[in-house]
């Protein structure tokens, strides 16, 4: 049965025509870097719609238009989808490169269409700028052979994976047969699978594009859920699952977790005198102090109003107290000036140890505020233990 290839390269634009209408519809339900990313893809399978177009129609158009604009129009179209890939898992984008590769390839095809004419050529020519994009796009994708990979960027690089082999095999069946390279017109085997592969790609890459975009878009709301939007720090959700994961590593290393829980002396007055705007400056600025003293590892939250937990794993009990002092130091050298005033800032901090094998968050967290509140009632700024508290037992109960 004879395959009507221009027929195949009709069904294709029209498969990249509706993918890209898909795509761009579904732009609604994101914002930022995944919106920009999703359009520009949708973007590009409409050129890859117009190019495959303009293949379909040889013989009906004029050449020019067939052959070195349908070839523009098609390395435009794969340029675009490495910026929007990289671009959305967050690689060097390698535009310039691509940009450079993609001009030199097609100039290199007019010549070789119009000068001195050679198809082999043409097509090694085209094909190096596709296989330079391909290896563009699967790089930043590799991760997902790893055992916890990301499903979706395993269809894409699936589908990535296919096309080199087939762009692979389309430039070695010449010199491996007697038969000379021809058009992707000429209903040749390879010829065919090419061009029916392509006609699907589309809907494989937009079912891709478009699992990797749900995939990213959860992970930012995860993120978002589970961060404090005034400081950006972990908020209690995030910072009780931090501390449940850091036991369990505790239990298992046998080493000890260090946890401070600390406070803004006289916060209520820096409201009433300024504000929630100049509360809100307090915080942002007692945060920033405290990152300042923080080693490699440690992990900072909010858990409400101006009270702030800190966790340093590793830790025991003395080298958690010397971080707290690090910590008050450091809030008491700020200076914040409202309105020409000059406002000073102190911290009360209570500190405690979860000693390995140790497992309950909330006598953890009840501890260090036991510690907290004989920090504030001894006179505040100043750092307390458990082991400085009458009444709190150790660690190990």
């Known amino acids: 049965m004879s395959i009507d290839m221009a027929t195949l390269a009709l069904m294709g634009a029209a498969q990249a025509l ?31 719609a117009a190019a495959w177009g303009l293949l379909g129609l040889r013989g009906h158009v004029a050449d020019w238009l067939s052959i070195p604009v349908a070839n523009a129009v098609m390395l435009v179209s794969y340029a675009m989808t490495v910026h929007a890939l990289r671009m959305l898992l967050g690689a060097p984008s390698r535009l310039r490169m691509v940009a450079v590769a993609s001009v030199a390839g097609w100039l290199a095809i007019v010549w070789y269409t119009w000068g001195a004419t050679s198809f082999q050529a043409r097509m090694v020519c085209a094909s190096l700028v596709i296989m330079l994009d391909l290896a563009l796009l699967i790089a930043p994708l590799l991760d997902s052979l790893r055992r916890d990979g990301s499903a979706a960027k395993r269809v894409l690089l699936a589908t990535l994976a296919i096309a080199v082999a087939i762009v692979l095999w389309r430039n070695a069946e010449p010199l491996l047969s007697s038969r000379p390279a021809t058009g ?13 592969f392509s006609a699907m790609q589309p809907l494989f890459t937009s079912v891709g594009f478009l699992l990797l975009y749900n995939e990213t878009m959860q992970a930012e709301l995860r993120l978002l859920a589970r961060t404090d939007p005034l400081t950006g720090v972990n908020n209690r959700l995030a910072l009780i699952e931090t501390i449940g994961r850091l036991l369990d590593a505790a239990g298992s290393s046998g080493r000890p977790l260090g946890v401070l829980m600390l406070d803004v002396d006289h916060f209520k007055a820096v409201n009433d005198r300024f504000g929630h705007g100049g509360g809100d400056r307090v915080l942002l600025s007692l945060v920033e102090r405290i990152q300042r003293a923080l080693s490699h590892g440690d992990v900072i939250g909010r858990v409400g109003g101006e009270e702030f937990v800190v966790l340093s794993p590793g830790n025991d009990l003395c080298r958690t107290r010397a971080l707290g002092e690090r910590i008050r130091t450091e809030v008491e050298r700020a200076q914040l000036v409202f309105d020409g005033h000059v406002l000073g800032m102190t911290v009360s901090v209570g500190v405690t140890e979860a000693a390995p094998g140790e497992n309950d968050v909330t006598a953890l967290l009840q501890r260090a505020d036991a510690a907290l509140y004989a920090a504030k009632h001894a006179g505040r700024n100043r750092v307390v233990t458990t082991g400085d508290v009458a009444g709190v037992p150790p660690a190990s109960a």
């Open 18 to 48: 509706l993918m890209a209408v898909v795509l761009w519809t579904s732009t609604g339900s994101y914002a930022g870097v995944a919106r920009a990313s999703l359009r520009l893809r949708a973007g590009a399978q409409a050129l890859e």
């Open 184 to 196: 992707l017109l000429v209903p040749t085997p390879i010829n065919a699978i090419y061009m029916m």
